[in-house]
């Protein structure tokens, strides 16, 4: 591999051939970027070798640690057998298997399981697919989606226009479809005296007048099951979910869970909509799914609406495909992890990492710069008071300093570590963090 002599040299070169994601590149004119020449755990290591305790999982896509031995063992074993063969015609173990065993997880409630690449074409899969299912049934007038204010659900067109947040969407809107935002169960909007299901049920009402006032006319509303991430981690009460699946079935509307960041153990359970005992009609996953190996999302629908597609008109088919839907690769990695999750008992094994971690957070809780302090499963935020407009910036960069990799959003610090971490990292992290915020604040 041709190498780079030293970190300087790398970051010249990289902002001069490489366009980085999310990033007015003019501030790396200030702000450097970070040189990463391996991983091992929760730890990257520069090529210097500081390193950074990954307490974001690299954009919440990292589950057990960087270059875990067991994925890559699958994944070298994989690139023995076969690297990749086109999924229309076509098929192979790994991508049997996984949706086998995705469709498991989901209790066999969602039977069939559409591969693509990312998580945004996850998004425009299960939009799409709900669209064409009504149409198959001789509905095509539903075509409204319903999306929560501050959504997030990926940045390609479709995607985009389920996706309520201003920083991504502005400069695109003439070019996204227009949908309808109903309002968010924020637990944080909880008026005096009111309680985190009160501000569910609020929500599912305004839900209510939406799917009311377009007459039949809404094929889905998408929403992310207990963490709304990238808005700044908005966390709901499972209310929310029943009250939405109740209305759905009742207004003849789709449920599209999108799991692609709070699948997959984040929030405490398997998938987080099984805090609510309920089942969308799709499930879009990625992030994850590969134990952050690999690019590789799937959307899981039910049988009911494959059927409606299952006929002798090509038309009444999903034409949607990805050059590389369903790579053997990324489907192995996704296999070693979901053996991870069964061998090491992950579930149980994270309420005991949360709560020790949570114990040394604890501080935090009582911090009078820190409000609407929030926890589920292995995702932790909270929201500064008084924050200055480039708090995240600084705050990533005193993290840095102190060997943390921590990215917040806006005002609100969050922590969402892989599954990793023990005792020692934890009281880093935690002491890392307060250590961090006495700097900025
Ligand atoms: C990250 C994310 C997406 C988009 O996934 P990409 O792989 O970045 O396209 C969609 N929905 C949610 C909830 C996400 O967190």
């Known amino acids: 591999m041709p190498r780079s002599f030293s970190s300087p040299d790398l970051l010249a070169r990289s902002l001069s051939a490489v366009w980085h994601p999310c990033t007015q590149m003019k501030h790396h004119e200030t702000l450097p970027l970070v040189p990463v020449a391996r991983g091992e755990g929760l730890w990257l290591y520069d090529p210097e070798g500081r390193r950074y305790l990954d307490a974001i999982s690299s954009w919440w896509v990292n589950l057990f640690g960087h270059c875990n031995p067991r994925i890559n063992a699958a994944l070298r074993d994989q690139l023995e057998t076969l690297e990749h063969v086109m999924l229309a015609g076509f098929t192979h173990e790994p991508a049997v298997q996984l949706a086998e065993r995705l469709s498991a997880l989901t ?28 149409r198959n049934l001789g509905q095509p007038d539903k075509t409204v989606f319903l999306c929560l204010e501050g959504s997030y659900h990926g940045e390609t067109l479709g995607a985009l226009s389920v996706t309520d947040v201003a920083i991504f969407r502005d400069a695109y809107a003439p070019l996204v479809r227009d ?7 924020d637990s944080r909007r909880a008026g005096p005296g009111e309680s985190a299901v009160d501000v569910a049920r609020r929500a599912a009402a305004g839900l209510e007048s939406a799917l009311k006032a377009e007459g039949g006319r809404v094929a889905a509303l998408i929403v992310e099951p207990l963490v709304q991430c990238a808005t700044g981690f908005a966390m709901h009460d499972p209310e929310y979910l029943r009250l939405a699946r ?33 089942r969308p009609d799709f499930l879009c996953l990625s992030k994850g799914i590969s134990g952050g190996y690999l690019p590789l999302s799937v959307v899981l629908s039910t049988d009911a609406i494959y059927q409606t597609f299952y006929d002798d008109a090509t038309s009444r088919a999903f034409l949607h495909s990805h050059s590389y839907t369903g790579n053997p690769l990324a489907c192995r990695a996704a296999l070693a992890t979901l053996d991870i999750f069964e061998t090491d008992d992950v579930l149980a094994a994270n309420r005991e990492r949360a709560a020790t971690l949570s114990c040394y957070l604890e501080p935090l809780r009582d911090d009078p710069r820190v409000r609407h302090f ?11 008071v008084d924050a200055p407009s480039d708090f995240a910036r600084r705050f990533f960069t005193q993290g840095l300093a102190r060997e943390l990799l921590l990215r917040p959003i806006g005002n609100t610090v969050y922590l969402m570590p892989p599954y990793a971490l023990d005792d020692a990292s934890s009281r880093f992290l935690a002491e890392g963090v307060a250590d961090v915020l006495a700097v900025v604040i």
């Open 179 to 185: 949908v309808r935002t109903v309002p968010s169960p």
């Open 107 to 134: 209790g066999g409630a969602l039977g069939h399981c559409f591969f693509a690449s990312d998580g945004a074409s996850a998004t425009e899969i299960a939009l799409k697919m709900s669209h064409h299912a009504w």
């Open 246 to 278: 109740k209305l759905c079935d009742q207004y003849g509307a789709h449920l599209i869970c999108d799991e692609i960041a709070v699948g997959f153990g984040r929030t405490g359970t398997f998938f987080a909509h099984e805090q609510a005992a309920i």
């Open 374 to 384: 929030r926890q589920r499963g292995m995702i932790w935020a909270f929201d500064v």
